[in-house]
């Protein structure tokens, strides 16, 4: 079993930054890709960043040049500098780990955070 706990979330206003933690415990062989995805009332979850274990990282165009992923590989943990918040922004964020143990992989979901953008 593979537990994900997200911390960093909160109130913060519109041009503000909030930086997310998530990290990553339990019987993991590897770490194939850890990302950050987002759901806002009433819509669907939405990826909002990934990282692959090679450091290849994926953004959502709603984040370009606004959200930064990285990964600390030795702690199993990734991050998400989140700059120039906007009210749009506002979601539970959740964290996810697409995990090899052997000999299967698996997609585990931390409990999510919330990130709310004032205006």
């Known amino acids: 079993q593979v537990q994900l706990v997200e911390s960093g979330g909160g109130l913060v206003q519109a041009g503000g930054s909030l930086r997310l933690s998530c990290a990553a415990s339990?019987?993991?062989?590897?770490?194939?890709?850890m990302g950050w995805y987002r759901q806002a009332p009433g819509k669907q979850r939405e990826l909002v960043a990934t990282?692959?274990?090679?450091?290849?990282?994926n953004y959502a165009d709603s984040v370009k040049g606004r959200f930064t992923i990285s990964r600390d590989n030795a702690k199993n943990t990734v991050y998400l500098q989140m700059n120039s918040l906007k009210p749009e922004d506002t979601a539970v964020y959740y964290c996810?780990?697409?995990?090899?143990?052997?000999?299967?992989?698996?997609?585990?979901w931390g409990q999510g955070t919330q990130v709310t953008v004032s205006s």
């Open positions: 990282i692959t274990s090679s450091d290849n990282t």
């Open positions: 996810n780990a697409y995990v090899t143990i052997p000999p299967a992989q698996y997609d585990y």
């Open positions: 339990g019987s993991i062989f590897s770490i194939n890709a």
